[in-house]
């Protein structure tokens, strides 16, 4: 029996690394289809991270280390093709002779129209992959649901305001376990959930059709943006695990080998998020690591495997693997551990 429809994860996710030229008008190729969601950062100095997706459009960007509205600049990058971007000269996704890397998502393009919710949004929706690019105006006079076009539950929401200045609110199923609508992590900061607040979801969790949003944060009359994750066996997972804090560490499961690994621990304020792939590392021990919260640059320290099955951790650090703390996760696949050809994923 098939372990997961997808067998080639690189038709819905990929990593790429490249050096920059500043030149405007570079073409990127980032794999095999039209990446809607695109996350570039400059990996050898200090610049922000910069997402552009094909809802908003090419040259509208928001950036997960700051707060600030939407910009929109062709220096970022110009357009979306069938492969890949057309870059411009922007030291963000450009640099001459700087390392950078971009994460890209297959979603469905443009999008269309969606009046699940109670207000009208704008979905691009992947449903085989389990991802969607939601977009629509925030409705000052009560909470609201809208839909994300994803036909089950999603397990992960991103969302930011992008008229107006906001925090990047993420909704993740393990920030529990309970009252799940009022918890949240914030990917442009260190900070954790408290105890109770329905503000931000409303106090209730997503379902097959919509999410919620809650007045009390989303309030500005103003355009947002929300990207959201349904898990798919073989392709992405995400959940939550405990530190043990021992060089020796806590093994993750995720049914795959790992090209993309985003952590943060929600137990703790003051650590930042971390992000390992396969690309920017090719071996074990996996060592650069980048933090969306901030815009440094790559930095280099022992952190995980990544396993044909999973993710074991290889280092104390308190951000990623302190003893007793939990942890919440996003990973995407490189390979299936057994698709549905019966091919088994073999370690790295």
Not at 242 to 250: K, M, Q, R
Not at 271 to 295: A, G, H, S, Y
């Amino acid at each position: 029996m098939a372990y997961t429809t997808i067998n080639k994860s690189t038709d819905h996710f990929n990593s790429t690394i490249y050096t920059g030229n500043g030149t405007v008008n570079t073409a990127l190729t980032t794999g095999t289809f039209q990446p809607d969601l695109t996350w570039f950062k400059n990996r050898g100095t200090t610049e922000s991270h910069m997402w552009m997706d094909a809802v908003r459009g090419a040259t509208k960007y928001i950036q997960s280390n700051s707060t600030a509205a939407q910009g929109t600049s062709a220096d970022k990058i110009s357009a979306f093709t069938s492969t890949g971007v057309t870059l411009g000269s922007g030291a963000e996704t450009n640099e001459n002779s700087q390392p950078l890397v971009c994460w890209s998502w297959k979603a469905n393009g443009a999008g269309s129209a969606n009046t699940d919710g109670t207000i009208t949004s704008t979905v691009s929706a992947n449903t085989t992959a389990g991802f969607s690019i939601v977009t629509g105006t925030e409705n000052a006079s009560g909470s609201w649901t809208v839909g994300h076009g994803l036909g089950v539950a999603p397990q992960v929401i991103i969302c930011k305001t992008t008229g107006a200045t906001s925090d990047w609110y993420m909704w993740h199923e393990s920030l529990g376990p309970t009252r799940l609508g009022e918890k949240f992590l914030k990917l442009n900061s260190t900070a954790v959930s408290p105890a109770n607040d329905s503000v931000v979801w409303n106090n209730t969790v997503p379902t097959s059709s919509v999410f919620s949003m809650g007045s009390g944060v989303w309030n500005d009359s103003a355009t947002f943006v929300a990207y959201c994750f349904a898990e798919k066996t073989g392709f992405s997972k995400f959940g939550s695990y405990t530190g043990n804090g021992n060089a020796d560490g806590t093994f993750i499961y995720t049914g795959f080998r790992p090209a993309f690994f985003l952590l943060k621990t929600s137990s703790a304020a003051g650590e930042d998020w971390r992000i390992c792939d396969n690309k920017r590392d090719t071996e074990n021990v996996i060592d650069r690591t980048l933090k969306p919260n901030t815009t440094a640059a790559e930095a280099d320290a022992d952190v995980m495997d990544f396993c044909s099955n999973g993710v074991k951790l290889r280092t104390t650090d308190g951000g990623v693997n302190y003893n007793g703390r939990t942890y919440i996760f996003m990973a995407f696949a490189e390979a299936p551990l057994v698709g549905s050809n019966n091919v088994p994923c073999t370690a790295r």
